[in-house]
T-cell receptor, first 113, second 112 residues
Framework: GAGVSQSPSNKVTEKGKDVELRCDPISGHTALYWYRQSLGQGLEFLIYFQGNSAPDKSGLPSDRFSAERTGGSVSTLTIQRTQQEDSAVYLC???????????FGPGTRLTVL | GEDVEQSLFLSVREGDSSVINCTYTDSSSTYLYWYKQEPGAGLQLLTYIFSNMDMKQDQRLTVLLNKKDKHLSLRIADTQTGDSAIYFCAESDSSNTGKLIFGQGTTLQVKP
């Protein structure tokens, strides 16, 4: 079946602009995670959604970052007033519940000029 | 807090065995994982081991877990050039989220 998909695959933006990154999880997966992969920080957790519960936002690096998940499926990660240090690959993963294996999408490579 | 450590680089000859090592700190992790990342690609789950197991074998892959020393290893038998990639060790967080805590990744270089 279809895996986790993310769009766009690449995004180049200017410092100060807002960006939106999209994740389509595997059908039937109620849990969704966002991670960031950057040269300086490695792979780090950003945010977790489980069904209709309040998300765990403990990994978001600043209040410029936000995410939502509409209808328990598609998720959007928004970065406001982008900075150069936001340049990274943003990865989305989903699973059936928190004890299940996480399946990753191909990522969105964000470059902030 | 939780931490996962890996060596950064390993170089082997084609046909040899590769062993990638990892240490972790959260003894309450339920699962430990190995993911593979090829250049420009996302993370591909290679294998995982439940915390009450010592060993798991899957074709050319063998995972060994030493809970006492909090040490995890991945052995790739008969390493091929197609195995060249970055390998990430990860432990599942013991909180309610099950988020993954990743090591820095080990770059495996396979020479023909």
């Amino acid at each position: 079946g279809a895996g986790v998909s993310q769009s766009p695959s690449n995004k180049v933006t200017e410092k100060g602009k807002d960006v939106e990154l999209r994740c389509d999880p595997i059908s039937g997966h109620t849990a969704l995670y966002w991670y960031r992969q950057s040269l300086g920080q490695g792979l780090e957790f950003l945010i977790y959604f489980q069904g209709n519960s309040a998300p765990d936002k403990s990994g978001l690096p600043s209040d410029r970052f936000s995410a939502e998940r509409t209808g328990g499926s598609v998720s959007t990660l928004t970065i406001q007033r982008t900075q150069q240090e936001d340049s990274a690959v943003y990865l989305c993963a989903s699973n059936k519940d928190r004890t299940d294996t996480q399946y990753f999408g191909p990522g969105t490579r964000l470059t902030v000029l | 807090g939780e931490d996962v450590e890996q060596s950064l680089f390993l170089s082997v000859r084609e046909g040899d065995s590769s062993v990638i090592n990892c240490t972790y700190t959260d003894s309450s992790s339920t699962y430990l994982y190995w993911y593979k990342q090829e250049p420009g690609a996302g993370l591909q789950l290679l294998t995982y081991i439940f915390s009450n197991m010592d060993m798991k074998q899957d074709q050319r892959l063998t995972v060994l877990l030493n809970k006492k020393d909090k040490h995890l290893s991945l052995r790739i038998a008969d390493t091929q050039t197609g195995d060249s990639a970055i390998y990430f060790c990860a432990e599942s967080d013991s909180s309610n989220t099950g988020k993954l805590i990743f090591g820095q990744g080990t770059t495996l270089q396979v020479k023909p």
